[in-house]
T-cell receptor
Framework: DGGITQSPKYLFRKEGQNVTLSCEQN?????MYWYRQDPGQGLRLIYY???????QKGDIAEGYSVSREKKESFPLTVTSAQKNPTAFYLC???????????FGPGTRLTVT | QQQVKQSPQSLIVQKGGISIINCAYE??????FPWYQQFPGKGPALLIA?????SEKKEGRFTISFNKSAKQFSLHIMDSQPGDSATYFC???????????FGSGTQLTVLP
């Protein structure tokens, strides 16, 4: 059963705490992405990685960090420096030769 | 700077009718234009995509029309069904850069 998994589905944290969101794929895709979605808005790119051990900032990388130590995993850490972290976070992946991105089910993060 | 503008923000259609969602882009370097469908609480799913070398692409009840000179593309959903009720996002990317720029989304409601 191939696909992208994100865990947990819901996550609650206190303000000032760092939190790490998990993203795993078994599609053998080279590239992985993290997006943020706010109510009534489109998706905004946080970070992306096209190969292992390499990643680039997207449009809204401030307050976030990532790692890509394995091809199938691309965890996102929301740090205490992110001013408005409450959002729906989506992970996606694609193969190297085209732009077709496939999304995971998302993690809804609430910070109070 | 919003590079992909999507309209309308919301759309209500009767069952069996045609749903039309429009997007306009600014960057002439964009060369891949996908549409995604998202149900509440779920990740977006790739619906259909087009490249600028064709003016139209059809898959089942879904058709993309592309106007390169006007820098516009649209999604047509024929014979709309209540199960099509979802949020639809257009997006665009350019060249080897795989990050997608998304429109703001259209919430479609198909009345039974």
């Amino acid at each position: 059963d191939g696909g992208i998994t994100q865990s947990p589905k819901y996550l609650f944290r206190k303000e000032g705490q760092n939190v790490t969101l998990s993203c795993e794929q078994n599609l053998n895709h080279d590239a992985m992405y993290w997006y943020r979605q706010d109510p009534g808005q489109g998706l905004r790119l946080i970070y992306y990685s096209q190969i292992v051990n390499d990643f680039q900032k997207g449009d809204i990388a401030e307050g976030y960090s990532v790692s890509r130590e394995k091809k199938e995993s691309f965890p996102l850490t929301v740090t205490s420096a992110q001013k408005n972290p409450t959002a729906f976070y989506l992970c996606a992946s694609s193969i190297a030769s085209n732009n077709e991105q496939y999304f995971g089910p998302g993690t809804r993060l609430t910070v109070t | 700077q919003q590079q992909v503008k999507q309209s309308p923000q919301s759309l209500i259609v009767q069952k069996g009718g045609i749903s039309i969602i429009n997007c306009a882009y600014e960057n002439t370097a964009f060369d891949y234009f996908p549409w995604y469908q998202q149900f509440p609480g779920k990740g977006p799913a790739l619906l259909i995509a087009i490249r600028p070398d064709v003016s139209e692409k059809k898959e089942g009840r879904f058709t993309i029309s592309f106007n390169k000179s006007a820098k516009q593309f649209s999604l047509h959903i024929m014979d709309s069904q209540p199960g099509d009720s979802a949020t639809y996002f257009c997006a665009a990317s350019k060249g080897s850069a795989r990050q997608l720029t998304f429109g703001s989304g259209t919430q479609l409601t198909v009345l039974p």
